[in-house]
């Protein structure tokens, strides 16, 4: 390797001092990464949730619609409208709300330790029903 030294003095038919580049096989490295990371990134941030969360000191409904109250104990076993029921009754009352007024609510009551398997499941009764709007009573916080 040749070393070399710039003289200030240019001699005659030399060519002029070699000017020094910036190197850009490192910023081609770095936008080329950044670019990928851009293309995985930004379809996980469309499809986000956007959920609003319930509030604890929540104000009671003004809904004028008609109501179901279903109620759930902590042996499992079901209410309707402060009556014992089974399933398959829960399930007439609630194809003929559905049937009378779409827009019927089912206020489910349910204690802190029943099994969430049941919820669900009295959930999907009442969307095979044709009622699609659930409301879920809690007592608020003292």
Same mark, same amino acid.
């Given at each position: &390797?040749?070393?070399?030294?710039?003289?200030?003095?240019?001699?005659?038919?030399?060519?002029?001092p070699a000017l020094s580049d910036i190197n850009m096989t490192p910023l081609i490295d770095v936008m080329l990464v950044l670019l990928v990371i851009f293309l995985?990134?930004?379809?996980? &941030?469309?499809?986000?949730?956007?959920?609003?969360?319930?509030?604890?000191?929540?104000?009671?409904?003004?809904?004028?619609?008609?109501?179901?109250?279903?109620?759930?104990?902590?042996?499992?076993?079901?209410?309707?409208?402060?009556?014992?029921?089974?399933?398959?009754?829960?399930?007439?009352? &609630?194809?003929?709300?559905? =049937?009378?007024?779409?827009?019927?609510?089912?206020?489910?009551?349910?204690?802190?330790?029943?099994?969430? =398997?049941?919820?669900?499941?009295?959930?999907?009764?009442?969307?095979?029903?044709?009622?699609?709007?659930? =409301?879920?009573?809690?007592?608020?916080?003292?």
């Amino acid at each position: &390797m040749a070393l070399g030294r710039f003289s200030s003095q240019a001699k005659e038919g030399a060519a002029p001092p070699a000017l020094s580049d910036i190197n850009m096989t490192p910023l081609i490295d770095v936008m080329l990464v950044l670019l990928v990371i851009f293309l995985v990134t930004a379809p996980l &941030m469309l499809s986000s949730l956007r959920l609003q969360l319930p509030r604890t000191d929540a104000v009671a409904s003004t809904a004028s619609n008609p109501v179901l109250r279903v109620e759930l104990d902590a042996q499992g076993r079901l209410w309707l409208n402060q009556r014992a029921t089974t399933l398959a009754d829960l399930q007439q009352a &609630m194809q003929a709300a559905a =049937g009378s007024d779409a827009n019927t609510e089912v206020q489910l009551h349910a204690d802190a330790s029943v099994a969430y =398997g049941r919820v669900a499941e009295v959930m999907g009764l009442a969307n095979k029903s044709g009622l699609s709007r659930i =409301g879920f009573v809690a007592v608020r916080k003292p």
